[in-house]
């Protein structure tokens, strides 16, 4: 007798007897649930000895470890082919992506503060084409980085360039529903950076009054640069969409310095943060102890 005939004559004296056949549900594994109650993301080549250099094969321990998002500064200078990988990866792993560098940053030379129509021209270049890559891997934000401060002008005058600029920017980025979020650097690691300051950041996303205007604060750089991280991060919650972390000193995972990334983390929650937390740092230790102790050191200040 075969597999069909024998299930048929078996629901046929199941119902001469008077008795009901329960019905067989099929169910598919459910993905666990993750450790982690903010989206922490981290970057390629942090779990690089577990996973091989492989990026896809790094998504995949990234997923298995309960991360829910991921960050990559380099996108954008990636093949196209890598990218679409990418994004059929994030989809699979149900993972968000994170921010990408939108544009050449300036380290050494003023561009966006200066007012110089080619340096405002190849900006919005890149904007343009770095839409093109965010909609590839379903990118919701994007790092700008104004550049180097111009000495030659007052500092109203920057800030009334770099504002001009951003309206721009921002013109082009809201049909598509991304946002470039403004990185203030410490002085330390980016001397001579423009933007340092979360109040000149905020200053300057009012001035823009864009929706794709927005902060991407860095706690690391921001207890480097002018400390008091909860007042600050409150003071400009409402212009504030993403978030990056490094201790201090040392820019490795939180709990290798002085920031109480328990006591950051759990403010955050508590006031109803539900983007993504970029893990924006080195790892402390060297090989799959490292990477195991990044991943201990995120569940031990995981907030409630």
């Not at 629901?11 to 067989?24: D, H, N, S, T, W």
């Not at 981290?42 to 896809?56: E, I, R, V």
């Not at 990988?85 to 968000?96: C, D, G, T, V, Y």
Request: glycine share 6%; aromatic share 8%; net charge negative.
């Amino acid at each position: 007798m075969n597999r069909r005939d024998f299930v048929q004559n078996s629901v046929l004296a199941g119902l001469a007897i008077g008795k009901v056949i329960p019905e067989i549900k099929m169910t598919t594994p459910q993905k666990a649930p993750s450790p982690f109650r903010l989206k922490f993301a981290p970057h390629l080549g942090m779990f690089k000895h577990h996973a091989s250099d492989d990026p896809l094969a790094q998504l995949d321990f990234m997923a298995e470890v309960g991360f829910t998002a991921f960050e990559d500064n380099e996108m954008r200078n990636r093949t196209k082919e890598l990218q679409n990988s990418i994004a059929k990866r994030l989809e699979k792993h149900a993972m968000e992506m994170g921010v990408l560098v939108a544009h050449k940053i300036y380290w050494k030379e003023p561009n966006l503060t200066s007012g110089k129509q080619a340096y405002r021209d190849e900006f919005l270049g890149d904007i343009t084409s770095s839409v093109e890559v965010a909609q590839r891997v379903n990118a919701k934000w994007m790092t700008v980085v104004p550049g180097h401060i111009d000495l030659s002008k007052d500092i109203g005058y920057q800030t009334s360039n770099l504002v001009e600029t951003l309206k721009q920017a921002s013109a082009i980025l809201e049909p598509s529903g991304i946002t470039m979020v403004l990185e203030p650097l410490n002085f330390r690691n980016h001397p001579g950076q423009f933007l340092q300051k979360t109040a000149q950041a905020y200053e300057i996303c009012k001035a823009v009054n864009s929706p794709s205007c927005k902060i991407l604060f860095d706690i690391y750089h921001q207890q480097i640069q002018e400390g008091n991280l909860i007042p600050n991060i409150d003071m400009a919650w409402d212009e504030i969409a993403y978030f990056q972390v490094g201790d201090n000193p040392g820019r490795k995972e939180p709990t290798t310095g002085e920031i109480n990334y328990s006591n950051v983390f759990q403010h955050i929650k508590d006031r109803g943060f539900e983007g993504i937390v970029g893990m924006e740092h080195g790892n402390s230790i060297e090989g799959k102890a490292g990477e195991l102790k990044v991943i201990d050191a995120y569940k031990s200040v995981n907030p409630n």
